[in-house]
């Protein structure tokens, strides 16, 4: 049964690999269309072999030889870092000062490129939608890779059992929900509300960010051991409702000087 810890690192994971997943796909479907499904596929799989081996090499690494408080403090610098930049940008669309993500755009810009691009064809596959489509999944997965790791590392610190198999469950949902989708679709998810779901993970990654931050510090301290939060993991929450009543309350202030501009504009 998944305590509060888990549901939480199931969650996060979910979403955050879902917002991946779509742009990633974006790009894979525009190279399979114009240069062929093979090279496609085959540069995909090249990048998740790639991506797998530095999951483990990373994760096993911090996790034996690194100070349990320190990395908490580490990862929680980090997902603050990440978590404030995605909720800056979805406050900045949410209140019309930069212009909303494109899905159908990118991929007509990925194609007009493909089209356009040289045709090299090397053991029957081809040169450039391979390199766009390793490229695209490469970039996109290390992200994915990056909230997997440091979820599962501080959730394993706080003693969260079988960490890494229940966050893998909800990156894995994610994609294969996502390419379903996708596949059956035959185009871009452009219906999906992705900046809802970034304003969504910047909440998540910034909420356990700064709880990781805080109990992270008593590496600092004379016994280098971890603090605790009042209320453990219930603080979570309070610190989540904080963050969103900041959030709201800007995207409130910031929309009488907000003007969508259209997607793809310069903003």
């Not at 093979?38 to 999951?55: E, F, Q, W």
């Not at 390199?131 to 003693?159: M, P, S, Y």
């Amino acid at each position: 049964m998944l305590t509060a810890d888990g549901i939480g690192l199931i969650t996060a994971v979910f979403v955050a690999s879902a917002v991946e997943v779509v742009e990633a796909f974006t790009i894979l479907l525009a190279m399979a269309i114009t240069r062929g499904w093979r090279s496609a596929i085959a540069g995909a799989l090249a990048a998740l072999v790639a991506l797998g081996l530095v999951t483990a090499l990373v994760g096993v690494s911090l996790d034996r030889y690194v100070n349990a408080a320190f990395l908490q403090f580490f990862i929680g610098v980090l997902l603050l870092i990440f978590g404030i930049q995605w909720l800056r940008k979805a406050i900045l669309r949410s209140a019309g000062l930069k212009a909303l993500h494109d899905e159908d755009q990118i991929f007509a810009t990925e194609q007009a490129a493909a089209r356009s691009a040289t045709a090299t064809q090397r053991f029957g596959i081809d040169g450039f939608g391979f390199t766009v489509a390793f490229k695209g999944v490469l970039l996109e997965g290390v992200e994915v890779i990056f909230i997997v790791i440091t979820f599962v590392l501080g959730a394993a610190h706080r003693g969260v059992d079988h960490a890494m198999a229940i966050a893998a469950t909800g990156a894995l949902a994610a994609a294969l929900l996502v390419m379903t989708a996708g596949f059956i679709a035959k185009r871009p998810l452009a219906m999906i509300p992705e900046n809802l779901m970034k304003f969504g993970v910047g909440l998540l990654l910034s909420t356990f960010g700064l709880f990781w931050v805080v109990e992270g510090m008593g590496y600092f301290g004379p016994d280098r051991a971890s603090l605790e939060w009042p209320g453990g993991s219930w603080a979570l929450l309070y610190i989540l409702i904080a963050w969103s009543a900041v959030a709201f309350a800007t995207v409130r202030g910031l929309r009488p000087w907000g003007r969508a501009p259209e997607p793809g504009s310069a903003s």
